[in-house]
């Protein structure tokens, strides 16, 4: 049962546009919630992170955006850029204090960032 | 600086066999997780280790094992192979336990059971 969920497999957006990724969560006790980006044959990178006592992080040109009624997040990107291209994951905790259960990860969504 | 590093980088075995996968963290980094990824699907949490113990385990069988050592590198075994646990298997370093802290990870090895 998939607890945190990336409906979108693919999205396509042209260069200088905004992309916006989305990710549901089923599990309220996540408190932690993260956005990582990953390149063929390397592992994922941290992109920006945001706390469940906030309802937005910012950091340059990557905005998250947290609904906790809602159980949806979302990660902005603004402009886009062709080097933004890459799968994006979408992680949560739910004990941001121990670290001892580790990230559920989405399954990702394929961000192609068109000239 | 040296970022995380997996060994091998790939790697085929035949049902039944035993697989030892191993990574060295970042330097200073003494916490260690490992997460499996199948094809299609996001990392998936199999162990984290900090100084030593292990701190946190995933859903997964007790043919997976894992140690940390006093270099904080990590072996993580997985015995018993069944061609369902084909995957890029991904250690990730970090300077704490907690969430918190940002989790840096290695390339990953990819895994083959045939």
């Known amino acids: 049962d998939q607890q945190v969920k990336q409906n979108s497999p693919s999205l396509s957006v042209q260069e200088g546009r905004i992309s916006i990724l989305n990710c549901d969560y089923t599990n309220s006790m996540f408190d932690y919630f993260l956005w990582y980006k990953k390149y063929p044959a390397e592992g994922p990178t941290f992109l920006i992170s945001i706390s469940s006592i906030k309802d937005k992080n910012e950091d340059g040109r990557f905005t998250v955006f947290l609904n906790k009624s809602a159980k949806h997040l979302s990660l902005h990107i603004v402009p886009s850029q062709p080097g933004d291209s890459a799968v994006y994951f979408c992680?949560?905790?739910?004990?941001?204090?121990?670290?001892?259960?580790?990230?559920?990860f989405g399954k990702g969504t394929h961000l192609i960032i068109q000239p | 600086d040296a970022g995380v590093t997996q060994s091998p980088t790939h790697l085929i075995k035949t049902r039944g066999q035993h697989v030892t996968l191993r990574c060295s963290p970042i330097?200073?980094?003494?916490?260690v997780s490992w997460y499996q990824q199948v094809l299609g699907q996001g990392p998936q949490f199999i162990f984290q280790?900090?100084?030593?113990?292990?701190?946190g385990r995933g859903n997964f069988p007790d043919r997976f094992s894992a140690r940390q050592f006093p270099n904080y590198s990590s072996e993580l075994n997985v015995n018993a192979l069944l061609l369902g646990d084909s995957a890029l298997y991904l250690c990730a370093s970090s300077l704490g336990l907690a969430v918190l802290w940002e989790q840096y990870f290695g390339p990953g090895t990819r895994l083959t059971v045939t």
């Open positions: 330097s200073g980094h003494k916490s």
């Open positions: 992680a949560a905790s739910e004990d941001s204090g121990g670290g001892a259960d580790g990230l559920t």
């Open positions: 280790y900090y100084e030593k113990e292990e701190r």
